[in-house]
């Protein structure tokens, strides 16, 4: 999001102000240590700064808040869903059969919490050459799609290893700011869409 430095300080209530770029509000805890200062933290401490980070920040009012979180099924997963009440968990992974196992441990823990899974997004999906565009699936073609099946949780976005995001992404730029017609963009966009109406298919069913 190419956002640096300390979070200021609001007047009122002493609450940290997120950081915004691209009319996107953000806070982390990279933030808040310094570039590479190691965040050893387990227990209290974790619980801590996610009551911190959740409730000790000036949010502008939110339409959706996004909740990056490391994998695995740790301290940081449990708090958040014990802290506040979650829409839904979107499970991120890549095609080997490593990460596969741990999106499908990440699917049973919120499951036996009671959080809605929307579903999975494959990343690094396929290669797309830079020179003549042709997509090749360097980490097979169908673990994703047949993990999903096996989970009974839709497959709802594959991301593609390619460069130009990945250099996007170094320069703090999203894909869909850089380059907003490319193909790239698009892929991001109709995730975000998928999302969305999942999302919306949810609260009209609790209705």
């Known amino acids: 999001m190419n956002l640096r430095g300390e979070p200021e300080v609001s007047s009122e209530g002493g609450q940290l102000v997120p950081l ?10 990279g933030f808040l240590v310094g570039n590479e200062d190691p ?12 009551q911190q980070l959740l409730y000790q920040v000036a949010w ?8 990056d979180m490391p994998p695995g099924t740790g301290d940081v997963q449990l708090s958040i869903g014990q802290l506040i009440p979650i829409s839904g968990a979107l499970i991120i992974t890549t095609p080997q059969e490593l ?3 741990d999106a499908r441990r990440g699917v ?29 699936h360097i980490f097979g073609t169908d673990s994703g799609q047949q993990a ?34 490319g193909p790239e963009a ?13 999302l919306q298919e949810q609260s009209e069913t609790k209705e």
């Open 186 to 198: 698009q892929v991001y966009r109709t995730l975000a869409r998928t999302v969305l109406s999942g």
């Open 39 to 50: 965040v050893v933290w387990r227990g209290l401490m974790v619980m801590k700064a996610v």
């Open 99 to 101: 990460s596969l196992m």
């Open 108 to 136: 049973n823990m919120f499951r036996k919490v009671d959080i809605p899974v929307l579903g999975l997004v494959q990343n690094m999906s396929y290669f797309v050459c830079p020179k003549c565009e042709q997509s090749t």
């Open 148 to 181: 999903a099946d096996r989970m009974g949780i839709p497959l709802v976005g594959r991301i593609p290893l390619n460069a130009g995001i990945c250099t996007a992404a170094d320069e703090g730029v999203p894909i869909t700011v850089s380059h907003p017609k």
């Open 60 to 67: 502008d009012p939110l339409d959706i808040l996004v909740v």
């Open 20 to 29: 915004t770029n691209y009319g996107i509000q953000c806070m982390s805890m």
